[in-house]
């Protein structure tokens, strides 16, 4: 499926997302898979985000590199659990699916000029 990769975090409504959901803050590698619940192209979902008025819903997925440092922390402290009799090896093995997050932002109204 299409998304946009989050190359940079401007100022903007995102930044100000970003400071007030440090847990949940978008960063460069994320990607913008929908926009108002709507996906398509990358074309497509610039359009959405340049026509929205008022509050925009993104879904993020983060990045592929977030992710695998994620499951090896995960593992690894999955790992030690299990050395010391928490839990079974098996569960050791379970990954979790990519995480992806709501980020709801209001694009401010534009100037007439």
Avoid at 19 to 40: E, L, S
Wanted: with cysteine.
């Amino acid at each position: 499926s299409a998304s946009l990769l989050i190359k940079k975090v401007r100022d903007g409504p995102v930044k100000e997302w970003n400071v007030k959901k440090p847990n949940d803050a978008m960063r460069q590698g994320d990607r913008i898979t929908a926009v108002n619940g709507q996906t398509g192209t990358s074309a497509e979902l610039c359009a959405i985000i340049g026509g929205a008025q008022g509050r925009l819903h993104l879904q993020v997925q983060r990045s592929a590199d977030d992710v695998q440092a994620r499951r090896r922390r995960q593992e690894a402290r999955a790992i030690l659990r299990a050395e010391k009799g928490d839990l079974s090896q098996e569960e050791t093995s379970k990954r979790p699916p990519p995480p992806t997050m709501q980020v709801k932002a209001e694009k401010p109204e534009e100037k007439p000029r």
